[in-house]
């Protein structure tokens, strides 16, 4: 018999503990033992809840030797930095849905749990109840991963759909995603991408080996998307999406979150709502695309079962999760990316925009005294550039937004 | 160093060995050992090319002792049948893509890997290079699998991607099929099921852990879809698309191969061209779709090698993969399975359509003399007491399909 420990009881630890009684027959045979939570860790009191009997504190679920699995769902960095730390030291397995923690102290938490023989195991902080982390590192076994590239924030998501579908603005959409409940009232890091960022960072981290850090990586948000540039790039066959993405490039790992033009083929196109998909490119497998509900109470919850069968299966360490510190290093700058882009202006004439912009494809349909159009293949650097020259001829550059290939 | 023999060395089986060579580093990193391949088996001779020296027979490769790991890629169930056995029984892994023997002998021969603590696996017997075997029996590890659904086959996707698209006849679509190199000659397999229905019948046994026997499944094939149902379907909002399906219910396991209409809001309804999509549904995680190039050398391949590697991390055998068989008692009457239905007729008014078919929702757009309408949900055994009163009207039924919600 193995006794768990649920740390922080909000939505995804009471989840956790709803999905292991439900299932709990089912999960022990997979698991091939028994098992039972014996602590639930809360700062608020469980005192007359159904669960006031497994009431304990962190120091004591530590010192208990009959624990042997420690699920880590505080979020944040403080306490779970801390408490991860000293339950993997102790010799016990760590599960949690903590992506910024997992962001920002993976390559050493992984570590430690390999040199203590247990595991530190996360497959809940990307994608929900998607399983992509375990896929990741165990059943795209033969090639190399050369790129991913995910839909990775369901409120934004939400709030994109919303405007394309039924041409809200953005202002419109986070009000209807906040009176859902999928949006914070401060939706800072959704908006502004960190979110995306976090879990890019990730799977990158994985598929590569190599720790890469969110505050390393270039990232926009959607804030200053307008209905006219999903109008303008439905025109061109696009819908637009935020998209977290890393590859491997020569200069080093390209890792960006921005918003970007998506083909209407694309399979990541019709990922709607607060849904998730994330694509895995290898020149062997081809695209790989894995779609599912990117969180939500009972999904995440099931990710940290599904981590927890597998890390009492497996016993010891799990060789094949975990990857080197990078000392920052490994990130290319994002200015050498190179995509095709759309722009949005005023003020230029066909002759100006060829002249700063070179070959483009104009997208018809805009409002009278605007141009939208797609360019031909350029880095970030020298979008930059064309931006700053068209400022100096006197135009406004409403938008300018990446076309990406998937 | 752990030796493998590659027995059946046609598109698959070459692709193995490419594969192999050109990741060998990475896989031997990853299966945590030395690897090579030591025997190569074909009727075909190897003189002349690359794999000369590789050249060997079945007793050979049983024979030698070094051989831990014997890669099936004949296809078929003879002499598949008798080799997968033999080396199981001799203490050899074995790894396929052979669909139609796990879907005849699976649970036998997982029942003999077990007892010599071995693996039989078969990532890429489904779904071509996505994960889904895999996910299935390990990824998924809290909640119940509760519905399968997946579009199963390339060939006959691409035949009716194109008569969606393009307005081909099936006739024209499997012309062109033909002359890309996805249908065979003889495209008899693809075109009336039996290779989606194996592929479901491989899911649900891993789902439902019982063996699910494709002789015993209801299979329709798509040659009598016509240009007039695609256009029908249209009209009301969907697609047609070839679906496996399974789900648990009362009577038992039901299971089905047919043409659907889905909703164009689907996930599976953008699945085009050779592309597989395969929805997962269960109770905590909600729906999760994987998505991928379904068929093709080198995802076939490397779906084998991550079988492989599989086998050599665990080493003995994975006890979470595996079924009881069944007697055959497993599977509901395909009668009692109840949706919703399209109907094309002639020869019915108004009022006699609403006398047999109740409450209808007409499709605007057929021919002059033709009624399309959806019903509401029925049963097959119902349906075909429909058709009969139809026919006993003066009517034709030009066709009957069947409405999925995914």
Redesign the interface.
């Known amino acids: 018999m193995t006794k768990i420990a649920i740390i922080g009881f909000g939505v995804v630890g009471s989840g956790v503990a709803e ?1 292991f009684y ?2 709990r027959q ?2 022990e045979k ?1 698991a ?1 033992r028994e098992l039972d939570i014996k602590y639930i860790v809360d700062v608020r009191s469980l005192e007359g809840t159904v669960w006031a009997d497994k009431a304990g504190t962190y120091e004591q679920a530590l010192a208990d030797p009959e624990v042997g699995v420690m699920i880590e769902t505080i979020g944040g960095l403080t306490p779970a930095y801390d408490f991860s730390k000293r339950a993997l030291l102790a010799g016990k397995h760590v599960i949690t849905s903590n992506k910024e923690l997992v962001a920002a102290h993976g390559a050493e938490l992984l570590g430690i749990a390999k040199e203590n023989n247990v595991n530190y195991l996360f ?1 809940a902080s990307v994608g929900g ?3 992509i982390i ?2 990741l590192y ?7 991963v050369e790129e991913i590239a995910g839909i990775l924030n369901g409120t934004t998501n939400f709030i994109m759909t919303r405007m394309f579908r039924d041409k809200m603005s953005f202002e419109q959409a986070l009000g209807l995603a906040q009176d859902n409940g999928y949006a914070e009232r401060n939706p800072a890091a959704d908006v502004e991408g960190t979110d995306a960022c976090r879990k890019i960072c990730i799977l990158a981290s994985i598929a590569f080996g190599s720790h890469v850090y969110p505050d390393n990586i270039h990232t926009e948000g959607i804030a200053a998307l307008t209905a006219e540039d999903v109008a303008a790039a439905a025109s061109a066959g696009y819908v637009i999406k935020l998209i977290g993405r890393a590859k491997k490039t020569e200069k080093g790992l390209m890792v960006m979150v921005s918003p970007a033009l998506i083909s209407q ?1 694309s ?1 990541l ?4 709502d607060v849904f998730n998909g994330i694509l895995v490119r ?12 990117g969180a ?1 109470k ?2 995440t ?3 940290v ?6 890390a009492m ?1 497996e016993g010891g360490h799990i ?2 999760l975990g990857w080197e510190d990078s000392g920052r290093s490994n990130v290319a700058d994002w200015r050498d990316d190179v995509t095709r882009m759309m722009f949005r202006t005023s003020g230029l004439g066909r002759t100006e925009i060829q002249r700063i912009f070179g070959t483009v494809e104009p997208i018809q349909g805009a409002a009278q005294e605007e141009r939208a159009f797609l360019t031909e293949p350029v880095s970030g650097r020298q979008t930059e550039e064309w931006i700053r020259l068209a400022k100096a001829a006197g135009a406004e550059v409403r938008s300018a937004i990446r076309v990406l290939e998937y």
């Open positions: 999905v439900k299932n089912s999960i997979k091939g497959e109840g998607i399983p375990h896929p165990q059943c795209l076994g033969a090639g190399e083929e399979q196109a019709n990922v709607s290898s020149s062997d497998t081809g695209d790989v695309v894995f779609y599912g509900r939500g009972l999904p919850a099931a990710a079962i599904s981590d927890l069968v597998d299966k060789d094949s």
